[in-house]
């Protein structure tokens, strides 16, 4: 079955950054367009990043752009999100998804998702 994982996570401060990465099986990896998306408590899930199947095209929500980018290694099955330059309002759980449309930037258009791992950002 598909599995989605994402790791790298933590505690950090305002200006500093982190790395996460998420590790897929299950699936052809290739073949997928591969999203991040984020949820802080008592708001909705939001989206941030996503990256083509081949890693051409990649799009980022307004809020992340000149901090956040995306990429993909397709021979380790990997999606990463270099996040620098944090912020506070960056703190919330942060998903791994995948899906066979062109890069769509919809939760609702995803269909596999990882549990998620926790960002806060500290000011």
């Known amino acids: 079955q598909v599995r989605l994982v994402e790791s790298g996570g933590g505690l950090v401060q305002a200006g500093g950054s982190l790395r996460l990465s998420c590790a897929a099986s299950?699936?052809?990896?290739?073949?997928?367009?591969m999203g991040w998306f984020r949820q802080a408590p008592g708001k909705e899930r939001e989206f941030v990043a996503t990256?083509?199947?081949?890693?051409?095209?990649?799009s980022l929500a307004d809020s992340v752009k000149g901090r956040f980018t995306i990429a993909r290694d397709n021979g380790k099955n990997t999606v990463i999100l270099q996040m620098n330059s944090l912020k506070p309002e960056d703190t919330a759980v942060y998903y791994c998804?995948?899906?066979?449309?062109?890069?769509?930037?919809?939760?609702?258009?995803?269909?596999?998702w990882g549990q998620g791992t926790q960002v806060t950002v500290s000011s």
């Open positions: 990256i083509s199947p081949g890693g051409r095209t990649t």
């Open positions: 998804s995948c899906t066979m449309l062109a890069v769509p930037t919809t939760a609702t258009q995803y269909k596999y």
């Open positions: 299950g699936l052809t990896f290739s073949t997928y367009s």
